[in-house]
């Protein structure tokens, strides 16, 4: 079989099984699943600085680039969501300490 049809079946099922897990999660696991995506995201950025600090070619360069870009926004904004939360629910705890 193809390379490419390969990989782009592996991608084709990965987001399906992705978005399949995601929409099933319960709002009270949210918090901690978000702080697990954070952790996938981290460990994405570190990947995409690697293997673009050794690219040889403009277009290899530009597209590692991207992909720091892309996910440096996707770690912070799951930190940021993160942190929206969680100061969701220490708001609840203050209102029944009241």
Excluded: C, Y
Aim: charged fraction near 10%.
């Amino acid at each position: 079989m193809d390379p490419f049809m390969t990989s782009l079946t592996m991608l084709v099922l990965a987001a399906f099984v992705g978005f399949e897990v995601v929409s099933k999660v319960t709002s009270v696991l949210h918090t901690p699943l978000m702080s697990g995506a954070n952790a996938i995201h981290g460990i994405i950025l570190v990947g995409a600085i690697i293997v673009t600090s050794q690219a040889t070619n403009t277009w290899l360069m530009a597209f590692g680039l991207f992909a720091i870009v892309l996910s440096a926004m996707n770690l912070i904004g799951g930190f940021v969501v993160t942190d929206r939360m969680l100061q969701m629910f220490s708001g609840r705890k203050k209102e029944a300490q009241k």
